[in-house]
């Protein structure tokens, strides 16, 4: 069992920057692989970043490349969302997800574990 916690989350004007965490408990974030997600009121889920467990590979959706960046912290067993030159359409809630496949996983059927989300809101 993983259990994830997003913290981080708030109000921004557009063009600031905010930076999301992900604690993990139960496992090592260096033994799973963990992604980003986000969903808009009445939109999907979509994937916004991911890193596998190896660590050695990260994926963007192309509507948050050169904007966001997905790091891990193993001393702090954190994962971390850098998002920069945030849009008004970047708001939603984002959602931490866990899962022991191997692979880049970005889509949110590929993950078993997930937080309970946090509120990000770009004002214009």
């Known amino acids: 069992q993983v259990q994830l916690v997003e913290s981080g989350g708030g109000l921004v004007q557009a063009g600031g920057s905010l930076r999301l965490s992900c604690a993990a408990s139960?496992?090592?974030?260096?033994?799973?692989?963990m992604g980003w997600f986000r969903q808009a009121p009445g939109k999907e889920r979509e994937f916004v970043a991911a890193?596998?467990?190896?660590?050695?590979?990260?994926d963007y959706a192309d509507s948050v490349k050169g904007r966001f960046t997905v790091s891990r912290d193993n001393a702090n067993n954190t994962v971390s969302l850098q998002m920069n030159s945030l849009k008004p359409e970047d708001t939603a809630v984002y959602y931490c997800?866990?899962?022991?496949?191997?692979?880049?996983?970005?889509?949110?059927?590929?993950?078993?574990?997930w937080g309970q989300g946090t509120q990000v809101t770009v004002s214009s």
């Open positions: 139960g496992r090592t974030v260096s033994s799973i692989a």
């Open positions: 997800a866990a899962d022991l496949k191997w692979g880049r996983l970005v889509r949110p059927t590929m993950y078993d574990y």
């Open positions: 890193i596998t467990r190896t660590g050695r590979n990260t």
